[in-house]
């Protein structure tokens, strides 16, 4: 069996909350997934209907051409591989569960917030609140793992209770704000007010 390989038809128009395919290995088969309906703009639409879809095996999931208008890419991702070419929005890899979650490209705000398990890898740079606080929660990163091959923006890794962090590139202002415990390497600069409030944990910077 070939993994999933989903691209879009054509460019979009609006956003687009991309946390359905996180549920994929839910689904029976790949044709019970296809047949969900999803919203795009103020409309129901079928997932054929804006990607390009193939392959059989739903353990893991291949998006190309991704844009910035995808969010929650791996979002709640449980259990599979999901593999991202291009750019991707707003809240990547938030809520992870377990898995792995690569990206070659740059994103948005708020990747990894909530994050309670499972493996990020970034190859490019991420906006602000990497590790942030959900709404929902006063937590940032319970717990896995996270590589950066670029920078992090600010106000990033907010009481972070466990798990291991790499930055190959430089992190913002405001950064590891009550770090409760957990690991992080900075291999680059790091902004004003570092780790303001920190309980426990390990940093190691330049």
Known sequence: MTH????????LQYRLDMSFLSDISDYK??????????????????????FNITGTDISKVVIKSSMNYMDNIGSGLKNIEMVVYGNAGYSFGSNMNSGKLVLYGNCMDHAASGMKGGEIFIYGNTGDYLGGKPNSSNEGILDGFIYIKGNVGDNS???????????????????CEEMISGSIIVM???????????????????
Do not use: C, H, W
């Not at 999933?4 to 460019?11: A, R």
């Not at 088969?29 to 804006?50: D, H, M, Q, T, W």
């Not at 890794?157 to 950064?175: E, H, P, S, T």
């Not at 790091?190 to 940093?203: C, D, L, Q, W, Y």
């Open 4 to 11: 999933v390989t989903i691209k879009l038809k054509k460019k």
């Open 29 to 50: 088969s790949l044709k019970e997934f296809l047949a969900r309906k999803i919203y795009y703009g103020n409309k129901l639409v079928s997932v054929p209907s804006l």
């Open 157 to 175: 890794i907010q009481r972070m209770r466990r798990g291991n962090i790499i930055i190959k590139g430089d992190l913002g202002d405001y950064a």
């Open 188 to 206: 680059g600069k790091v902004g004003n007010s570092f780790a303001e409030g920190i309980k426990r944990g390990t940093i190691i910077t330049k």
